[in-house]
């Protein structure tokens, strides 16, 4: 769903927000309501500003992106001939067969 420009304007007012952290917001796939609802009142002190809490959740996706970058990259399949294992050395039983 779209939102209109006049709610994110709003957005951006109430939030102390600049372009660019409305950028960030719709690359995330906030919505303006949500980023309002978002907004600590006095008795919320432990709550970050929205700016700090938007760029904060940027971040945690950015080193969630890395990390599964690196282990697409760790877990490179390696050579058939590698990875085969002969009928003996999967066995519990020292190489004989199962009956």
């Given at each position: 769903?779209?939102?209109?420009?006049?709610?994110?304007?709003?957005?951006?007012?109430?939030?102390?927000?600049?372009?660019?952290?409305?950028?960030?917001?719709?690359?995330?796939?906030?919505?303006?309501?949500?980023?309002?609802?978002?907004?600590?009142?006095?008795?919320?002190?432990w709550?970050?500003?929205?700016?700090?809490?938007?760029?904060?959740?940027?971040m945690?996706?950015?080193?969630?992106?890395?990390?599964?970058?690196?282990?697409?990259?760790?877990?490179?399949?390696?050579?058939?001939?590698?990875?085969?294992?002969?009928?003996?050395?999967?066995?519990?039983?020292?190489?004989a067969?199962?009956?």
């Open positions: 769903m779209a939102y209109s420009d006049e709610l994110w304007a709003e957005a951006k007012r109430k939030c102390r927000l600049n372009m660019e952290d409305i950028a960030l917001a719709k690359r995330l796939g906030l919505n303006p309501r949500s980023l309002i609802k978002n907004i600590p009142s006095q008795s919320q002190q709550k970050a500003p929205v700016k700090d809490w938007l760029h904060e959740i940027d945690k996706r950015q080193k969630k992106a890395e990390q599964k970058q690196r282990r697409k990259e760790h877990a490179k399949p390696k050579p058939a001939a590698q990875t085969k294992r002969t009928e003996t050395e999967g066995n519990d039983n020292g190489g067969a199962n009956i």
